[in-house]
C-alpha cells in the first residue's frame, strides 16, 4: 500500500517550487493526502539578557515571517488547487521549540515526509540541520530533495542501497510503498564482492522479497569508490537511470558521525537525486 498521508516541508519560497514538482506527483499518484506545512520563527527574547527590543524590530521581523509565509503558501496553492487529491496548508508558530521540533511532531502521523537539501543561503537559523534531526527523531521514512531539482517522478527506477542492518531493512521495505507497479530496482551492496554470489543469502533474499511483489529487481556488488559509499552509491544511480536512491540512516553513534564521518552526512550533502532515508 502507498502513502496515503504525505508531509512536505517547506522552509523558504526558494525551495518550495522544487519540493512542490516532487510531492505533487507522489500524491496524485497515491492519492494521499499532502499537507504542507511551514513554520514561523518565535523571536525569543532570553531574561538573563538586560536589553530593549525596540517596537519597529518586532513589527520588522513580523512582516518578514508573513510575506515568506504567504509566497510559501501561493505556490503550494498553485500546484495543488486543480488537483483532485486532498491537501492543506499548514501554518505552525513554532514558539520556544525550533522548527525541526515543529515538523517532528507533524511528521509522527504521515506515511512519509519530504524535505529540501538544507538551504545555507536561505533556511532560517532555527532550520538548519532539521534534516538530520527529522530522519533521526520522526521515526518516518524521510525523501531529501536537492536544491534546484528537475528530475523524473519518483518510483519507476530505484536504486537500494544494501546492508545487513535494521537501518537498511527500514528503508527496503519503506520503499515498497513508493515503487510503481512493475517497478526496476536495483539492490546495491557496496564492498568486496564474495567469490560466489549465491553465498550472499541475505541480499538474495531480499531480491526475491522484492520480485514477489512484481518488481524487476537485480543485484549488484561493487566496491567503495575511494572511501566514499555515498560517491559509489551516486554513481551506481546515475548508471542505473534511478529516480530515487533508498537507504538505511544513522546507523553508528552520534560520536561516531562526528568523529568519522557517514554515509548519512555525505548523502544530505552532496547528492544530485532524490534520496529516502530510513532510520
Known sequence: MGPKTILVCLTTPENTETLM????????KHNAHLIGLHTVEALLVYPSIAMHIPDATFAAFNQSQKEASEAIKAIFTK?????????????????????????????????????????KENDRYDQRNAQAQVIRESGRPVIVVPLDYDGPEIGSNLLLGWSDTREATRAAHDLLGIADDGAKLTVLRVGKAPTDTLKDSYAIDIVEMFARHGLKTKLEHREAMGSSIAETLAQTAFEEGADLIATGAFGHSRTYDFVLGATTYALLREQKLPVLFSK
Open 21 to 28: 514538482k516532487t510531492a505533487v506527483p507522489l500524491a496524485r
Open 79 to 119: 500546484y495543488t488547487a486543480n488537483e483532485d487529491f486532498i491537501s492543506e496548508f499548514r501554518l505552525v508558530r513554532a514558539e520556544a521549540a525550533s522548527a525541526s521540533e515543529s515538523m517532528i511532531e507533524s511528521a509522527r502521523a504521515a506515511d512519509l515526509v519530504i524535505m529540501a537539501h538544507q538551504d
